[in-house]
Structures are given as structure tokens and as C-alpha cells.
């Protein structure tokens, strides 16, 4: 591989990287906060990538007043759900909840496909996103530079939030015991809402950013990111949201260099990340950050 | 609770009514649809039943004095849900035929379950050859891939002068591997070099590392033979990364969302096809693109993969009407002597299951598919 081959290589992993862990960050903090891995989230970034469409395509909105407002719209479903789904289980055995974010899931896909159809329907690209960047040898295009900022962004609110706020306090007390978190005075069921609309947000940004780079979208197009987001906070450390953020550019970087590395086996990268997750489930269950937790889903 | 009897007698009186009704009118003839509704190829499936809806309109769902009913099922362009509805077809609707699936991947899957029952099944576009080979009760109403993919690495040597290509093929698709391997023998026995063989997988949306190698290798020409969505996306990577090389694809990318999808990025792009609404010169194929035109818009491009399902539907029902019966195994034999039968996409003969078509070459330009040559076989 020539250096020119690698710098371009190393810019399309981080691009995807990049987009890996805006997903992965979501995954992770509801999961660090309630222990429920969220298997809607991966269709919540598909509902989002679908309100940013219609907002432009339909209502005309300039770019960024649709995303922004399709940020906000997302939330509003991440809430609702939480309300609708989760909340009547939240006593119930956590494979409950898990079941039912599943069912969710299936609901969110199914209900795309009845309502806007399954073929896919081209994206809009602002022309900040889609023009491309020569940098030296390498050729990037806009999007894959606004991620890696807009992710580290923001993760280092999310920190603050989390850390610095009084609702931050509240979150990581629910993390540690809603029963004693309730006797503080704490309205518990607010708090998680709050936490379903920033992981909700997040993923909404997560699928306007992947459409924005790959501008097709699809009732089913959350799967696949949603699958490799999973991988990247598991191999992160799940719930630690640093953890997501490395273990997405890792996922990212490895797809990428495999597939430079052994051409003829570039049909199966989705096959060696999944491979990677059975090995770290393996070998080293919490991660690369995580630590060891008592229970488990 | 004397009501309630006497209520009971009437549902029964009603009822039994009906049922006389219902065995004075001749019994419906059912042929069964194996459609991609939803999933990777939903734009087949939903443009199949599109052609099947419009040239019903023109030649009467009717039969042998019955009439034909339609039973449609969503395979999910999934491989074992085709089979799973090829079942149900034929168990549950007693189907005299099935038509669909687009993809010949699925109708690998779903041919043998057919072949076991002894249904016909007629797939609109399943190019692959080994779909209908070695197999009485399969059949295609297109070209094979073989002969597409020929005549394809045949115009890339020669025509376009190219010397070197890349194949970007997607793994998960019999139909898409088969179409590279035919491509790169062909093209290395005319002299020329494939120079990169990459794969992607359906649902795929990243092509960054593939499109690398090939910019790396510099080939002259790309050889992108996946379906619609995988290949925009590959295609407006392939520009971004700053790839000027032609891109060539085959029949799978036919579709309103290639273009849509690829946009400008898309311009140029060359491909093999069955069929072009210019090509249209019977009256059946008139009337057809008129009644396409008065639905879906004047602007609106008659798509292809509607033509060749409302093919299958006039080969099926003219294959009943000779047949003269509504056995499946009479059918599947009818629609094997199928010879000059008049069709939306011209006239169709089949041989070994396979029609005889010739092939239409296209390109992008303006955002629509140009006309530009027909190849006889």
C-alpha cells in the first residue's frame, strides 16, 4: 500500500468512524444509565434521517432549521416511546424490557415500510456536506469532517450534562438505584424521559449525518449502523460514553484498513466486525474502558 | 334465547345462500404473485405490479372463460421468504402459476420448491442462468447473464477502448457475483486486465475502502453490476473520491432511484438492459406505454422491470389458453412451447425455459436514460 493509498484509506475510516460513534454514544449512555440496551435506537436514526427528508423535501426548510427541528422531533419519539413501551416495564424483569425494545424496533421498521414505503428515497445534500476536500493526495468530503467535530462536540456536552448539571446528578443516581433515587425526592420517570430525549437527539443527528454522507435513505437503513454502533459501545466499554467514542473509531478504522488490506475479502468487513465483537465478549466482556459490572443483560 | 335460535337459522339460510351464488358463477383461475414489495429490490416488486395492474387493463384478466385473479405475496426480497411464499402459493391458493421473484438469487430458493411441486414459475428479470437450469417448471422472460455480461466486456474493449477494468460486485447476490465472473472472462479473453475485484454486501452503504483500491489501480473502465441503491451509492463515492473512470452497470440498476440517488454523479453511466420504451413498436406495446404515461405522468420513464412482469402475465395466460386446462403441469408445458407470442417488449419465444431477447444498451444523460443501441443475440 503506498502512503498516498493509506492517508486516503485513514480519512475514509475516520469518516466512518466518526458516524460509528455519534450512534455509539446514544447506545451507550441509555444503556449506562437505565442497563437497557436499546435496540430501537438504530430505528429512532432512521426516524430521525426521515424527519430532516421530509422537512426539507416537503415543508422546504432550509438545511439546518430542518435538522435542527428534526433533532428536536426525534427526541419528542424517543419520549413518547419511552412513555408508551418502556415505562408500563420498568418494574418488570429487564429481559422484559429488553424484549419490548426489540418489539419496538420491529414496530418502528414495519411502520416506515407501511407508511413511507420501502424504496428508497434520495437525500438532499447541503452543499457544506457534499463538496469535497483535497487534502494533500486525499480526497474528503465535507460531511466527514463536520462528524468528528460535531461527535467530539458532542460528547463533551453530554460529559458536562452529565457531570456538571444537577439532571446529570439525578441520571447517574437512577444508574446506581432508582429505588433510593425516588426516597431523595427525585421524580425518576422525568429524569429517564430526559435521558430517552438527549440518547433520542442523538440518534437523529447520528442518521442526518449518515444520510448526509450516504444520501439515500430507507425504512431498514438503521440496521446495519445500528449493528456496528452495538459493536463499537460494547467494545468501548457499554455505558462508558468515552468508551463508544473510541470503540466507533476503532470499528471504523478496522473495516476500513481490512478491506485496504485484503481486497478479495471485502465482502466479508461486516463479517470480521461481528467476529471482533464475539472475540471481545470472549476474551474481555466489558471493553476497552468498561468496568466490571455486577449484573448483566 | 328464541332470537338468538332464530338468528342462528338465518345466518345458516344466508349462508348456504351464498354459497349457491358463490358456485353459479365460474370459479376464478388464481395466479400467483412472488413480488419484492419491500426490502433491498422493493423497487422491482412494486414496478412488476405496476405492469401486471396496467396490462390487465389492456388484455382482460379472463380465461378460458373464468376469470384470473391475482394472489400477491411480499417476499421481502429475502431469499427464504420467496421460498416460504412460493409455498403458500401453491398450498394454501392453489396457484396455476407463479410470477416473480425479480432477483434470480430468490428464484434459485424458490425454482425448487416450484420444480417439487410441479407449478410453473416465471421469473420477469432473474437473469442468472442457473435459475432455470436442469428445471422443467422454471422459467425467465429475459436475457441470461451470461450473454449481458458479454456484450458488455465486448463494447468495453472494444468501443470504449478500455484496456484495464475494476469489478465491484456484491457478494450476497448470485445474480451480481455471476455478472462480474462472466464480465472479467470475457473481457480477459478479448486481451484486456481486471485489475481490481472488489465485493460489497447488500444493505452495504460504505464503499470508501473498495473505491479506494480502484483508484489506486487506475483501471479505464468500472464494472459496477449490483442493484440500484448499492450502485448510486458506490457511483457518488466513486465521484467524490475524485474517480473520473466511465462506470458500467447491468439491467439491475434500470430504476427511477438510481437516478434519484446518484443525481448528477450518476450522469454518464452506461448500462445493459432488456427493453426501452423507444424500442416500442407493436400496438401492444403502444397501447401500453400510453396507459403507463396516462398513470404514473407524461415525464415519467415506463419502467422496464413493469414491462417484463406484464411479458410473464400475457405468457402465462396465453399458455393457460393453450393448455386449455388449468393444470400446472399442462401449463408449465404450454408456456415451454411458448413461439413468436406478441408481448409489451416485442415478441418472445421460449427455449429451455429461457426467452430469447436481445440486449439494449443505455446512458445516463440529463438525469434520464438515453437510447442508444439494441444487440440481437
Known amino acids: 500500500m503506498s502512503l498516498e493509498t493509506f492517508i486516503q484509506q485513514l480519512a475514509n475510516g475516520i469518516s466512518l468512524g466518526s458516524l460509528y460513534a455519534l450512534i455509539a454514544i446514544g447506545y451507550t449512555m441509555v444503556y449506562g444509565i437505565l442497563r437497557l440496551i436499546n435496540f430501537a435506537h438504530s ?14 423535501a416537503v415543508f422546504k426548510l432550509p438545511w439546518l432549521v430542518s435538522a435542527i427541528l428534526a433533532i428536536v422531533l426525534t427526541a419528542c419519539v424517543g419520549m413518547t416511546i419511552d412513555r408508551i413501551a418502556y415505562r ?6 429487564r429481559i422484559s424490557a429488553l424484549i419490548t425494545a426489540v418489539g419496538v424496533s420491529f414496530f418502528l421498521e414495519n411502520l416506515g415500510l407501511v407508511t413511507v414505503g420501502a424504496r428508497p428515497k434520495p437525500f438532499q445534500r447541503p452543499d457544506l456536506m457534499a463538496r469535497v476536500i483535497r487534502i494533500g493526495p486525499a480526497a474528503i468530503s465535507g460531511v466527514s469532517i463536520w462528524v468528528p467535530i460535531l ?3 458532542l460528547v463533551a456536552i453530554l460529559l458536562y450534562v452529565i457531570y456538571r448539571t444537577k439532571l446529570g446528578m439525578a441520571m447517574r443516581s437512577v444508574a446506581t438505584d432508582i429505588d433510593t433515587t425516588r426516597l431523595m425526592g427525585v421524580n425518576v420517570d422525568t429524569v429517564i424521559s430526559y435521558t430517552f430525549a438527549i440518547g433520542s437527539a442523538l440518534a437523529a443527528a447520528g442518521g442526518i449525518m449518515w444520510a448526509c454522507k450516504y444520501p439515500q435513505i430507507n425504512p431498514l437503513m438503521g440496521i446495519y449502523p445500528g449493528w456496528k454502533a452495538f459493536t463499537a459501545a460494547v467494545i468501548g466499554g457499554i455505558g462508558n460514553i468515552t468508551g463508544a467514542m473510541i470503540g466507533g473509531f476503532v470499528i471504523g478504522l478496522i473495516e476500513i484498513m481490512a478491506v485496504a488490506a485484503f ?3 471485502s465482502g466479508y468487513r461486516d463479517g470480521m466486525i461481528f467476529g471482533l465483537l464475539l472475540v471481545f465478549l470472549l476474551v474481555r466482556p466489558t471493553g476497552i474502558l468498561g468496568e466490571t459490572l455486577k449484573e448483566k443483560v | 334465547m328464541r332470537r338468538l335460535l332464530l338468528g342462528i337459522v338465518v345466518a345458516i339460510i344466508l349462508i348456504s345462500l351464498g354459497a349457491v351464488v358463490q358456485s353459479a358463477a365460474p370459479e376464478p383461475i388464481v395466479i400467483g404473485c412472488n413480488l419484492e414489495m419491500t426490502g433491498q429490490v422493493a423497487a422491482y416488486g412494486q414496478a412488476a405490479w405496476e405492469g401486471i395492474n396496467i396490462v ?3 388484455v382482460k384478466p379472463e380465461v378460458l372463460g373464468r376469470p384470473v385473479e391475482f394472489s400477491v405475496l411480499d417476499n421481502k426480497s429475502d431469499k427464504i421468504d420467496t421460498a416460504n411464499a412460493s409455498s403458500r402459493l401453491i398450498e394454501r391458493d392453489k396457484v396455476v402459476a407463479i410470477i416473480g421473484p425479480m432477483i434470480s438469487g430468490s428464484m434459485l430458493a424458490a425454482g425448487e420448491v416450484c420444480e417439487k411441486k410441479e407449478v410453473p414459475i416465471i421469473g420477469p428479470t432473474t437473469t442468472n442462468p442457473l435459475t432455470t437450469q436442469g428445471k422443467k417448471y422454471v422459467f425467465r422472460a429475459c436475457f441470461i447473464d451470461p450473454f449481458q455480461a458479454t456484450i458488455a466486456a465486448t463494447y468495453c474493449y472494444r468501443d470504449l477502448n478500455a484496456k484495464t477494468a475494476a469489478i465491484l460486485s456484491d457478494i450476497s447476490n448470485d445474480y451480481c457475483v455471476a455478472l462480474g465472473n462472466f464480465f472479467q472472462q470475457e473481457f480477459e479473453r478479448l486481451g484486456g486486465k481486471v485489475v481490481s475485484l472488489t465485493y460489497c454486501k447488500a444493505g452495504d452503504q460504505d464503499y470508501s475502502a473498495q473505491l479506494t483500491d480502484i483508484k489506486t489501480k487506475n483501471p479505464d473502465i468500472i464494472y459496477i453490476p449490483n442493484y440500484y441503491t448499492e450502485a448510486a451509492l458506490a457511483v457518488v463515492q466513486a465521484r467524490d473520491l475524485g474517480l473520473k473512470q466511465p462506470v458500467f452497470g447491468a439491467d439491475g440498476i434500470a430504476t427511477e432511484e438510481f437516478l434519484a440517488i446518484g443525481g448528477k454523479a450518476v450522469e454518464g453511466v452506461m448500462h445493459t438492459t432488456f427493453w426501452h420504451e423507444k424500442a416500442a413498436e407493436s400496438e401492444l406495446s403502444k397501447k401500453y406505454v400510453e396507459l403507463y404515461r396516462a398513470k404514473y405522468g407524461a415525464d415519467d420513464e415506463v419502467n422496464v422491470f413493469g414491462a417484463l412482469a406484464a ?14 386446462s ?3 403441469k399442462k401449463v408449465a408445458e404450454a408456456i415451454e412451447a411458448t413461439k413468436d407470442l406478441p408481448v409489451v417488449t416485442g415478441s418472445v419465444t421460449i427455449e429451455n425455459g429461457d426467452a430469447i431477447k436481445p440486449v439494449v444498451f443505455r446512458e445516463v444523460k440529463n438525469g434520464k436514460w438515453d437510447y442508444k443501441t439494441m444487440v440481437y443475440p
Open chain 2, 311 to 324: 411479458d410473464c402475465y400475457l405468457i402465462v395466460l396465453d399458455a393457460i389458453k393453450r393448455a386449455g
Open chain 1, 151 to 153: 461527535s467530539i462536540g
Open chain 2, 56 to 58: 390487465s387493463q389492456i
Open chain 1, 263 to 265: 481486497p478479495a475479502l
Open chain 1, 88 to 93: 408500563p416495564v420498568r418494574n418488570a424483569p
Open chain 1, 43 to 56: 430505528d429512532i436514526f432512521m426516524v430521525g434521517a426521515y424527519f430532516a427528508f421530509f422537512l426539507i
Open chain 2, 326 to 328: 388449468t393444470d400446472p
